[in-house]
Nanobody, 124 residues
Framework: QVQLVESGGGLVQAGGSLRLSCAAS????????TGWFRQAPGKEREFVAG????????YYAGSVKDRFTISRDNAKNTVYLQMNVLKPEDTAVYYCAATLRGQPISSRATYDYWGQGTQVTVSS
């Protein structure tokens, strides 16, 4: 079992920044990769960014590429999502997820464990 706890959400003005954290515990050595997803009211949960724990290869949705950066600290079993130049359309609940299986890292179906989510609200 893997447990995931997100933190770092909040209210920010458009153009601002936030950094989300996802702390993993449990059988963390089995994690292949971690992803961030988001879900806005009335919309499907969508992929935002993902990273392999071994090697650190990262993946991004087109809507956040060049604004968001995913990184990991394997020693702390923590994955971060640095979000810059935030827009009102980035408003959503952000979820961290872990996969034991691998690819495709952008697919919800790949992930085995999910955190409880953290709210990000960007005001215009």
């Amino acid at each position: 079992q893997v447990q995931l706890v997100e933190s770092g959400g909040g209210l920010v003005q458009a153009g601002g920044s936030l950094r989300l954290s996802c702390a993993a515990s449990g059988v963390t050595f089995s994690i292949y990769g971690t992803g961030w997803f988001r879900q806005a009211p009335g919309k499907e949960r969508e992929f935002v960014a993902g990273i392999r724990w071994s090697g650190g290869t990262s993946y991004y949705a087109g809507s956040v590429k060049d604004r968001f950066t995913i990184s990991r600290d394997n020693a702390k079993n923590t994955v971060y999502l640095q979000m810059n130049v935030l827009k009102p359309e980035d408003t959503a609940v952000y979820y961290c997820a872990a996969t034991l299986r691998g690819q495709p890292i952008s697919s919800r179906a790949t992930y085995d464990y999910w955190g409880q989510g953290t709210q990000v609200t960007v005001s215009s």
